[in-house]
């Protein structure tokens, strides 16, 4: 059987070493997908560049549309990113009845719908499993290997940028800025780490897992994105003598009222495996009925470990391309009749416990006026430290681990002790789960 015809828009870092990867392996993949896997056009605005890579092996043009006009190309990889021109070729490909593959999660996170529905209609597929974590497999294991299972929460490290700096920030006790200047340095931050470091890389990310976990359409829109850069060392280092490490998860759960679709700093138990998951790497807990907890852990970024994403999604499709597309696995998971109107839960409705960090007069009755307050609201108390005032220091940190309670009573309840005179700053809150 010939060879199985796939065009590249962009050859930055995964483009190449999705190149890399197809060449090194393509006696094994060829042995598991059925037929070769050949890269025969590459577009990039940087022809030079991309020849550099390719050599000779295979056509290099400037203009994306010559890929996705040539009727020879079977499977389109776009690797450009973005919402922009990405959108248009996507769409224009699967309108050629091109299948596609991409690491896109923005693009998807957004526009998937939209992606989906068209991918459908002319029965192409379009694969995704670099789009979250990188390498780690997390999109086979949630919609094929986990598919016996009713998907209760799915919870992840799913952006190395900020859990680099979190390690940091912990083993240095030093500030946000400082360290993310370091990981500027170093290569771990893009020079604009806006994405990284406000959590909207990581709530696209579990956008797609909210989806494909509880068959609800992509809804980035509704998910509340909170990223690490209001995070202070202080609460790292009072989060560690708790027994606590704070990351940045992407939270996805069923309730029973709708799904809660979050990002923000969270306290984990350090005794938890994701807890201890340092630097620039990810891991995902998926906690489901029939299997229980399972864990995923690997490289989130990167040439190679994306690219083997990418590949494995070229031999999924050259596996089942001439497969009946109603018999394929359905894009998010369930079948498009299938899918649930599950509404996405506003943040009042969430449900977890906090940490929060007062900074109070150290004087009689303020630790009562404020436990009064929590349990005038219903919340009731997990843990109390307060550190001993400085010599001469009239003022203290009064830390609180709370239950689980809803974030509405929550904020109802930080409203009035702010307003309390004993308490000298804004409250820090913080999010805990225990992912037991
Ligand atoms: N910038 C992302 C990260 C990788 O830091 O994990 C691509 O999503």
């Known amino acids: 059987m010939n060879a199985i015809k796939v065009g590249l828009l962009g050859i930055g870092t995964v483009?190449?070493?999705?190149?890399?990867?197809?060449?090194?392996?393509?006696?094994?993949?060829?042995?598991?997908?059925?037929?070769?896997?050949?890269?025969?056009?590459?577009?990039?605005?940087?022809v030079a560049r991309a020849k550099a890579i390719v050599g000779d092996a295979c056509e290099v043009v400037a203009d994306a549309r010559a890929i996705i006009d040539n009727p020879e190309i079977d499977i389109v990889v776009e690797l450009i990113g973005?919402?922009?021109?990405?959108?248009?070729?996507?769409?224009?490909?699967?309108?050629?009845?091109?299948?596609?593959?991409?690491?896109?999660?923005?693009?998807?996170?957004?526009?998937?719908?939209?992606?989906?529905?068209?991918?459908?209609?002319?029965?192409?597929?379009?694969?995704?499993?670099?789009?979250?974590?990188?390498?780690?497999?997390?999109?086979?294991?949630?919609?094929?290997?986990?598919?016996?299972?009713?998907?209760?929460?799915v919870a992840g490290i799913i952006n190395g940028t900020t859990n680099f700096i979190l390690s940091e920030m912990r083993a240095k006790g030093a500030p946000f800025a400082e360290v993310l200047k370091e990981a500027q340095r170093l290569g771990y931050a893009e020079a604009d780490p806006t994405f990284d470091i406000e959590g909207i890389d990581a709530a696209h990310k579990a956008t797609l897992m909210s989806a494909i976990a509880f068959g609800i359409p992509v809804q980035f829109d509704k998910a509340h994105v909170?990223?690490?850069?209001?995070?202070?060392?202080?609460?790292?280092?009072?989060?560690?003598?708790?027994?606590?490490?704070?990351?940045?998860?992407?939270?996805?759960?069923?309730?029973?009222?709708?799904?809660?679709?979050?990002?923000h700093p969270t306290l984990i138990p350090a005794n938890r495996l994701i807890a201890n998951v340092e630097g620039a790497m990810n891991a995902v807990v998926v906690q489901a009925d029939a299997v229980g907890t399972t864990l995923y852990y690997g490289k989130g970024a990167g040439a190679e470990p994306t690219a083997s994403a990418v590949v494995a999604d070229l031999v999924d499709i050259t596996r089942l391309a001439t497969a009946d597309p109603e018999h394929r696995v359905p894009h998010l998971a369930f079948r498009p009749d299938a899918m649930s109107s599950?509404?996405?839960?506003?943040?009042?409705?969430?449900?977890?416990?906090?940490?929060?960090?007062?900074?109070?007069?150290?004087?009689?009755?303020?630790?009562?006026?404020?436990?009064?307050?929590?349990?005038?609201?219903?919340?009731?108390?997990?843990?109390?430290?307060?550190r001993e005032s400085a010599e001469?220091?009239?003022?203290?940190?009064?830390?609180?681990?709370?239950?689980?309670?809803?974030?509405?009573?929550?904020?109802?309840?930080?409203?009035?002790?702010?307003?309390l005179s004993s308490v000298l700053a804004p409250i820090v809150k913080i999010r805990k789960e225990e992912l037991a």
Request: aromatic share 4%; proline share 1%.
């Open 15 to 46: 483009g190449g070493g999705t190149f890399h990867v197809l060449r090194r392996n393509q006696e094994e993949i060829k042995g598991r997908a059925g037929r070769g896997i050949e890269i025969t056009m590459v577009a990039d605005l940087d």
């Open 82 to 153: 973005g919402y922009g021109i990405a959108k248009e070729l996507v769409l224009e490909a699967i309108r050629r009845g091109k299948h596609v593959v991409t690491a896109n999660k923005a693009l998807l996170a957004v526009h998937g719908t939209e992606i989906f529905a068209a991918a459908h209609t002319k029965g192409v597929m379009v694969g995704f499993e670099a789009a979250v974590a990188g390498g780690i497999p997390i999109i086979k294991a949630l919609r094929e290997g986990l598919t016996a299972n009713r998907i209760e929460w």
């Open 226 to 263: 909170e990223g690490i850069t209001q995070l202070q060392a202080t609460d790292i280092k009072y989060a560690e003598q708790l027994g606590y490490r704070i990351k940045l998860l992407g939270v996805a759960r069923r309730r029973e009222q709708g799904i809660e679709l979050r990002v």
């Open 342 to 386: 599950a509404p996405i839960l506003s943040m009042d409705q969430v449900r977890t416990s906090f940490y929060l960090r007062l900074r109070v007069a150290d004087e009689a009755g303020v630790l009562s006026r404020i436990t009064t307050t929590l349990a005038e609201h219903d919340i009731s108390i997990d843990a109390v430290l307060q």
């Open 392 to 419: 001469g220091e009239r003022q203290t940190d009064l830390i609180i681990l709370t239950h689980d309670t809803v974030e509405g009573r929550m904020n109802k309840a930080l409203a009035q002790m702010q307003t």
